[in-house]
């Protein structure tokens, strides 16, 4: 078995679920990045994989919890990939943006994004600007529901006086 219930296959990994039963896991198969990438291409395979089962699970992740150590897993890199203990400053530093970049898809995804923060990576722009417009609409419902209700409530007052 691979780390944490997750077994390595050609280009698929196996997630053991648990589900509500003591004794029973489930077992999926969640694709990995294929081969051949690089690391870096290999990591953005699985953001953009990540973001289409989010937005299919209507907000929801299905394999489980939504963390780095996952998008590792789905890219199909080593555990150690993004440590950049030891080497050179060139290497770290492009380790070092490569998991802010996931810690920001990563937000994202769950709700947590701060929108003042510039970023010029396209995919991840996209992504704050339909989170931005997702916000505004269910701010927008809330507010005309409240509307709603306070014009029930002073119609109630008015017969009631």
């Known amino acids: 078995m691979h ?14 679920v648990p589900t509500k039963q003591k004794h029973r896991v489930k077992r999926m ?9 690089s690391s ?7 953001l953009r994989s990540i973001m289409k089962e989010v937005k299919n699970g ?8 939504l963390n780095i150590q996952e998008v590792i897993r789905r890219a199909g890199v080593g555990r150690t990939y993004l440590e950049s203990k030891g080497l050179s400053k060139n290497i770290e530093n492009s380790k070092v943006g490569c998991k802010n970049k ?7 995804l ?11 990576n396209p995919v991840t722009t996209t992504l704050i600007y339909q989170k931005m417009a997702i916000d505004i609409k269910q701010k927008w ?15 109630a007052y008015e017969d009631g006086a």
Not at 3 to 16: C, D, L, W
Not at 29 to 37: E, I, K, N
Not at 40 to 46: C, E, G, P, R, T
């Open 3 to 16: 780390e944490k219930g997750y077994k390595r296959g050609s280009r698929n990994i196996t997630a053991v």
């Open 29 to 37: 198969f969640v694709p990995s990045a294929p081969d051949g990438l």
């Open 40 to 46: 870096l291409a290999k990591i953005d395979w699985a």
């Open 58 to 65: 209507n907000g929801n992740y299905p394999y489980g919890t």
């Open 102 to 108: 996931i810690k920001r898809v990563i937000r994202i």
């Open 110 to 120: 769950k709700g947590k994004y701060y929108y003042d923060i510039v970023d010029t």
């Open 141 to 155: 419902v809330e507010a005309e529901l409240e509307y709603i209700e306070m014009s029930n409530r002073l119609k």
